[in-house]
């Protein structure tokens, strides 16, 4: 069987497989917006941590970094930068999160900023840059999934037929199972994914020679090669502000706005905290494996330059790997693509349907609501397909986009749980000031994306001044009500301190 | 929150911050291990700057786990105000 034939069989293979399982999820899921967006609160440590696993490990992870790996070398690795903090951002963020979502019904990030900082205007200002930090995720998997599949293919079939298929299957899973189904899917599927690309990895390895010394050797015989080796890299992209930019991510990322449904809909406490810990520990064996894959690949196919260094890993799978190997790995990549997707599209769909809609469709029922929410997701698929079908030049610029757009939100949302002092006014102008700077720099063009003024990461620039700006002007104003900051800080406060004697 | 109000919620957060400059910090104001050198190559493969924040990693992981342990397990065990 050639390979196409392959991946099809493979393809529709976990098709139905996952359809089994949304099935099951479809039938158990009430509908209201509790049981579609938070699955009822009652996740434990399996499920939360496959559903992040499968949220995160995604196009990104095995193309823009493998694509990034090959370009800039290992520096790639100071992602680990990122993760390192996010066992400890997951715990004190993911704690007090759950706590208030739990008392107080929130399906959303936003209904608790809302609510703590007493302000309607926030409501819709943070939907749009909740919005801005999801939409280039989205964006960015449809595009791996084209690729992956024209890579593979060696073209037989077209990027955008991969776009596409991505978007009609994302949409038929997602639609009727909600959090519930994709978090079940991602928790079924997360260890033979693992297991596949560990196998595909063997095998490149192999094909390289079976030597990571003498692949070693080979790129340091090359130079200006050996520079892939170092920090900053080849492509001087590891500098110091980079560093300092990944470790305010780092911590910020346990505020992202896909990461609420996570807490929100984890069973206790404890389960967000083993959930964390889990992760901290397997998640830099990944960032590993996919790093090295970037160096196998530099090997087995040297000169890519442009848009190809993203699908260097669906190239070499195509052209090395056996066929029936080939259609597994992308059956199962495309699984992971569809993952991530699945996350930010429902927590896109939460922000729009509770937020935004909601409030505006006062009377209505939350069976209408929840259907008004699946609508929006087919409407957040296409819209990204749209925008995937003529892709900008590398994944990782959309990923820099999400996430210096996301510590944006950062200080405000840190603040919501550790200082009360914190208000409307502070949070508003420093956000306001924080994207005003970003959207400059997205009309200075793509060059200004990774650095800006004094080599710093436009996302890094626009943090400090939001953060003074958010400090100096809370303290500047009128504090936000006491019966809110006992609805929040006093609620906390008595839970979580210790009881003295 | 009450997790950063207590004294060793505190220390811990101090830990983390000097952890994570020294750690991570690739230039002359830290470790400057890789600036522009990949040796000694671990394994003949793995830069020596790559091998030093590997292990420094799971040695902010070990404090976590233990700052989760110590400090916040014991927090979250309580029977909760409200619920």
């Known amino acids: 069987m050639e390979t196409i034939g392959w991946i099809i069989l493979c393809g529709l293979s976990w098709f139905v497989i996952k359809g089994v399982i949304v099935y099951i999820a479809y039938k158990r899921t009430l509908s209201t917006m509790d049981s579609f967006f938070v699955a009822e609160r009652s996740f434990g440590v399996i499920v939360t941590l496959f559903a992040w696993m499968g949220t995160m490990f995604s196009a990104y992870m095995f193309l823009g970094l493998v694509g990034m790996a090959y370009k800039s070398g290992l520096g790639v690795m100071i992602q680990w930068y990122i993760i390192s903090l996010m066992p400890l951002s997951f715990i004190l963020i993911g704690i007090p999160a759950w706590k208030l979502g739990k008392k107080y019904g929130y399906v959303s990030p936003i209904d608790l900023f809302v609510d703590r900082y007493e302000s309607k205007f926030l409501r819709y200002w943070l939907a749009i840059m909740s919005l801005f930090v999801c939409v280039p995720y989205l964006i960015m998997q449809c595009v791996g999934g084209g690729w992956v599949l024209q890579g593979a293919t060696g073209g037989q079939i077209p990027y955008w037929v991969g776009v596409v298929i991505l978007a009609i299957?994302?949409?038929?899973?997602?639609?009727?199972?909600?959090?519930?189904?994709?978090?079940?899917?991602?928790?079924?599927?997360?260890?033979?994914?693992?297991?596949?690309?560990?196998?595909?990895?063997?095998?490149?390895?192999?094909?390289?020679?079976?030597?990571?010394?003498?692949?070693?050797?080979?790129?340091?015989?090359?130079?200006?090669l050996d520079k892939l080796l170092t920090i900053p890299g080849?492509?001087?992209?590891?500098?110091?502000?980079?560093?300092?930019?990944?470790?305010?991510?780092?911590?910020?990322?346990?505020?992202?706005p896909q990461m609420y449904p996570r807490y929100y809909a984890a069973r206790d406490e404890k389960v967000i905290v083993i959930f964390a810990l889990i992760f901290g520990l397997i998640a830099p064996l990944m960032f590993f494996h996919t790093t090295i894959l970037g160096q196998i690949t530099r090997i087995l196919i040297p000169g890519l330059t442009g848009k190809q260094v993203d699908s260097v890993l669906a190239l070499a799978i195509g052209k090395f790997a056996p066929k029936w190997l080939t259609g597994m790995l992308i059956a199962a990549v495309f699984g992971a693509i569809i993952s991530t997707s699945g996350g930010f599209i429902l927590s896109a769909a939460a922000l729009i349907t509770k937020d935004i809609y909601k409030p505006l469709a006062k009377g209505k029922s939350e069976k209408h609501v929840v259907m008004v929410g699946r609508i929006l997701i087919l409407v957040i698929i296409l819209i990204s397909v749209l925008i995937a079908l003529n892709p900008p030049t590398y994944l990782v610029f959309l990923g820099l986009i999400a996430f210096a757009v996301g510590i944006q939100m950062a200080p405000l949302m840190f603040a919501a749980y550790y200082w009360p002092r914190g208000?409307?006014?502070?949070?508003?102008?420093?956000?306001?000031?924080?994207?005003?700077?970003?959207?400059?720099?997205?009309?200075?063009?793509?060059?200004?994306?990774?650095?800006?003024?004094?080599?710093?990461?436009?996302?890094?620039?626009?943090?400090?001044?939001?953060?003074?700006?958010?400090?100096?002007?809370?303290?500047?104003?009128k504090p936000s009500s006491e019966e809110t900051i006992e609805k929040f800080h006093g609620l906390l406060k008595r839970t979580y301190m210790p009881k003295k004697g | 929150m009450g997790i950063l109000q207590t004294t060793k919620g505190r220390i811990f957060c101090a830990i983390f911050v000097v952890l994570v400059i020294f750690a991570f910090w690739p230039g002359p104001l830290g470790p400057s291990i890789g600036y522009n050198i990949y040796e000694p190559l671990f394994f003949g493969w793995l830069p020596g700057w790559l091998f030093f924040r590997y292990c420094i990693y799971y040695i902010i992981w070990i404090v976590t786990l233990i700052f989760a342990w110590v400090v916040v397990m014991p927090l979250v065990k309580h029977k909760k105000e409200g619920d």
């Open chain 1, 169 to 224: 299957v994302m949409a038929c899973y997602l639609i009727p199972g909600g959090f519930k189904g994709m978090s079940w899917v991602d928790a079924v599927q997360g260890g033979l994914l693992s297991a596949v690309l560990a196998s595909a990895t063997i095998f490149l390895y192999l094909k390289a020679g079976g030597d990571l010394a003498g692949v070693t050797q080979k790129i340091i015989a090359a130079k200006p």
């Open chain 1, 234 to 256: 080849l492509v001087p992209v590891w500098t110091y502000n980079m560093f300092i930019f990944m470790g305010v991510m780092g911590f910020s990322w346990g505020l992202f």
């Open chain 1, 423 to 477: 208000n409307k006014y502070g949070a508003i102008a420093g956000s306001l000031v924080g994207m005003g700077i970003l959207i400059f720099h997205l009309f200075l063009g793509e060059k200004y994306l990774y650095t800006s003024l004094w080599g710093i990461p436009p996302g890094l620039l626009a943090f400090v001044p939001n953060l003074a700006i958010f400090i100096v002007v809370s303290l500047l104003t």
